[in-house]
């Protein structure tokens, strides 16, 4: 079965500072999969994806995610957090052969500090 | 390319009455997905229809739901006899389905439900 574990519930960092959320997944297969974004009252938003087409994959807003094969792992990263960076993150898991649905994590929330 | 739109944005309900919402995917998408969100928690599967046809449920949707996508265009997804526990934030997506992937899922801003 596939699913998706966010190790940290919450991460705060300072402003300028590098961020780290965390996500390991379990797949029987190639997985699909990808961070989103929800700001409050706001709808979830696309950061980046893995497909196999790259082991590094860059995102919006200065965001990046390695996929580690041996470590079953998907780590979201930026070198420099913004204020704006605030926001409860999602690591996800694209089930191809299950019509694409996605599973998602239990979502990691990012604090800025000044 | 407007995105998705769901409507209403909120709807307060009593217990036992029955809700209908709206979703109207990216045009030319051919899957649409329902998902449920309660609070701290990363949204859940509940369908997904390519095109008109309805082709997974999760378990999570129990009899008193129904969603359907008439003419594979906008879905609507009705909730019978409401439940306190049915209060959650209800998402919908889309994506142009490619074979043998799982495709980027746009999603709408979502229809809160609160159930009193």
């Known amino acids: 079965a596939q699913s998706v574990t966010q190790l940290d519930s919450h991460v705060s960092v300072s402003e300028g500072t590098p961020v780290l959320l965390r996500c390991n997944y379990s797949?029987?297969?190639?997985?699909?999969l990808f961070w989103y974004v929800q700001h409050p009252n706001k709808g979830l938003q696309l950061l980046l994806k893995?497909?196999?087409?790259?082991?590094l994959v860059k995102g919006i807003n200065g965001f990046e995610a390695e996929f580690k094969k041996s470590e079953t792992s998907f780590h979201l990263t930026k070198p420099s957090a913004h204020m704006s960076d605030a926001a409860e993150y999602f690591c996800?898991?694209?089930?191809?052969?299950?019509?694409?649905?996605?599973?998602f994590g239990q979502g990691t929330e990012l604090s800025v500090k000044p | 390319d407007t995105g998705v739109s769901q409507d209403p944005r909120h709807k307060i309900t009593k217990r036992g009455q029955n809700v209908t919402f709206r979703c109207d995917p990216i045009s030319e998408h051919n899957r649409l997905y329902w998902y449920r969100q309660t609070l701290g928690q990363g949204p859940e599967f509940l369908t997904y229809?390519?095109?008109?046809?309805?082709?997974?449920k999760s378990r999570l949707l129990s009899d008193r739901f129904s969603a359907e996508r008439p003419k594979g265009s906008f879905s609507t997804l009705e909730i019978q006899r409401t439940e306190q526990g049915d209060s959650a934030m209800y998402l919908c997506?889309?994506?142009?389905?490619?074979?043998?992937?799982?495709?980027?899922?746009?999603f709408g801003p979502g229809t809160r439900l609160t159930v009193l």
């Open positions: 996800v898991v694209g089930i191809y052969n299950q019509g694409g649905k996605l599973i």
């Open positions: 893995y497909t196999s087409a790259a082991t």
């Open positions: 997506a889309s994506s142009l389905a490619r074979v043998r992937r799982a495709d980027t899922q746009y």
């Open positions: 229809f390519q095109n008109e046809a309805q082709l997974e």
């Open positions: 797949s029987s297969y190639s997985p699909s």
